[in-house]
């Protein structure tokens, strides 16, 4: 394989890999990075490729120039982030690493630098009010709003979503009470960790109804059926196929457009889910089995408490106050008399040569 060129051997490579029963997404992601490597290092063996190679290959992609004989061309189809740049050297480093080859370039290998994630805050009263309080007249704004509503009430993500077939949202009884459930399977699960059953409370019950509805509508009726199915044409959509990663994204620019709300994200709605649930006093194994999370300071890493969450918890041990001291002497003007600083005591010659020790 290292001597291979790099086409031939990224192939073998990721054969390899998909008989370790990788999941689909991932064999798409590596796939994406191979095309994007492949522009770079097209005609070089794996053997060939050093260090230098690698640092070139980060100025070119981020730049999106790569000169070539003097010819100036921008190949990839736009400039790529640190983040994206550092994934796809990391593809690189596997290749190599399956031949023996990395050994010797990681030592003068380094990542570029990428700012510290921070995941964004939850929603405002405000802002909540404004997404689910107003009316949406436009039709192309309402599946976006369902599906923020069912996010904001269940944590279900929407990559989770679109992986959602018929079957997987049931009925059953909870203490006498008939009760909705959504099970996110391990095909719509991001990791191992993600695939669970949440109960839907009334908002997000009625929500996934109107999706039911319009599946129905779209021909998704049998419990193999995608709730989310994917659209072939204008108008047409395969029930037996998921929505693709961009499903969502003309719906949610309307709901937008609608609300205000320009900076609001999907996946914004789970952060928000994650931190009412704590804020209306959820314990911590309750959150972390209904997001899915591996432990509880993940689940806390993306709550955030509210502003006026805060207010509120500091107003009840408002007790103390500041003790209150005499006005200051003011001026003719109004103006506070400025305080004079104390003045040295002078000490004359004389007075200073009586104090000066005389020998015994």
Same mark, same amino acid.
């Given at each position: 394989?290292?001597?291979?060129?790099?086409?031939?051997?990224?192939?073998? *490579?990721?054969?390899?890999?998909?008989?370790?029963?990788?999941?689909?997404?991932?064999?798409?992601?590596?796939?994406?990075?191979?095309?994007?490597?492949?522009?770079?290092?097209?005609?070089?063996?794996?053997?060939?490729?050093?260090?230098?190679?690698?640092?070139?290959?980060?100025?070119?992609?981020? /730049?999106?120039?790569?000169?070539?004989?003097?010819?100036?061309?921008?190949?990839?189809?736009?400039?790529?982030?640190?983040?994206?740049?550092?994934?796809?050297?990391?593809?690189?480093?596997?290749?190599?690493?399956?031949?023996?080859? *990395?050994?010797?370039?990681?030592?003068?290998?380094?990542?570029?630098?990428?700012?510290?994630?921070?995941?964004?805050?939850?929603?405002?009263?405000?802002?909540?009010?404004?997404?689910?309080?107003?009316?949406?007249?436009?039709?192309?704004?309402?599946?976006?709003?369902?599906?923020?509503?069912?996010?904001?009430?269940?944590?279900?993500?929407?990559?989770?979503?679109?992986?959602?077939?018929?079957?997987?949202?049931?009925?059953?009884?909870?203490?006498?009470?008939?009760?909705?459930?959504?099970?996110?399977?391990?095909?719509?699960?991001?990791?191992?960790?993600?695939?669970?059953?949440?109960?839907?409370?009334?908002?997000?019950?009625?929500?996934?109804?109107?999706?039911?509805?319009? /599946?129905?509508?779209?021909?998704?009726?049998?419990?193999?059926?995608?709730?989310?199915?994917?659209?072939?044409?204008?108008?047409?959509?395969?029930?037996?196929?998921?929505?693709?990663?961009?499903?969502?994204?003309?719906?949610?620019?309307?709901?937008?457009?609608?609300?205000?709300? /320009?900076?609001?994200?999907?996946?914004?709605?789970?952060?928000?889910?994650?931190?009412?649930?704590?804020?209306?006093?959820?314990?911590?194994?309750?959150?972390?089995?209904?997001?899915?999370?591996?432990?509880?300071?993940?689940?806390?890493?993306?709550?955030?408490?509210?502003?006026?969450?805060?207010?509120?918890?500091?107003?009840?041990?408002?007790?103390?106050?500041?003790?209150?001291?005499?006005?200051?002497?003011?001026?003719?003007?109004? /103006?506070?008399?400025?305080?004079?600083?104390?003045?040295?005591?002078?000490?004359?010659?004389?007075?200073?040569?009586?104090?000066?020790?005389?020998?015994?």
């Amino acid at each position: 394989m290292a001597q291979l060129d790099f086409a031939p051997a990224a192939a073998l *490579w990721l054969d390899i890999r998909r008989q370790r029963r990788i999941k689909p997404r991932t064999v798409e992601f590596i796939t994406g990075c191979i095309q994007s490597l492949g522009i770079f290092f097209a005609g070089l063996r794996l053997c060939e490729i050093h260090a230098g190679h690698v640092r070139e290959y980060q100025a070119a992609r981020s /730049a999106n120039l790569l000169v070539v004989d003097g010819i100036a061309t921008s190949p990839w189809k736009r400039r790529a982030g640190n983040s994206c740049v550092n994934h796809e050297i990391s593809v690189l480093s596997q290749m190599l690493g399956h031949c023996g080859l *990395w050994a010797a370039i990681k030592p003068f290998y380094q990542r570029l630098e990428v700012p510290q994630y921070s995941p964004r805050g939850p929603l405002s009263g405000e802002e909540e009010s404004k997404l689910f309080g107003c009316k949406i007249h436009r039709d192309a704004a309402l599946l976006a709003l369902w599906v923020a509503t069912i996010t904001a009430n269940t944590t279900a993500a929407g990559c989770e979503l679109r992986g959602l077939q018929r079957k997987h949202v049931t009925v059953r009884e909870c203490d006498g009470e008939p009760v909705m459930e959504l099970e996110i399977p391990l095909s719509a699960a991001k990791n191992s960790e993600r695939p669970r059953v949440i109960p839907l409370n009334g908002a997000a019950e009625q929500a996934m109804r109107l999706c039911l509805r319009r /599946a129905a509508e779209l021909g998704s009726v049998e419990p193999v059926h995608y709730i989310f199915p994917f659209r072939t044409v204008r108008n047409k959509f395969d029930p037996t196929r998921p929505a693709s990663r961009s499903w969502l994204r003309k719906s949610w620019d309307a709901l937008r457009q609608v609300t205000g709300l /320009a900076r609001i994200r999907p996946h914004d709605l789970r952060h928000h889910a994650i931190t009412r649930l704590y804020e209306e006093g959820a314990e911590d194994q309750t959150v972390v089995a209904l997001a899915g999370h591996h432990s509880s300071r993940m689940s806390h890493y993306y709550s955030q408490v509210r502003r006026r969450r805060k207010l509120d918890a500091v107003r009840p041990i408002d007790t103390l106050r500041l003790l209150e001291h005499p006005p200051r002497p003011t001026g003719p003007s109004g /103006a506070p008399v400025p305080s004079k600083p104390p003045q040295r005591a002078t000490v004359s010659d004389s007075e200073r040569y009586h104090r000066l020790p005389r020998a015994s």
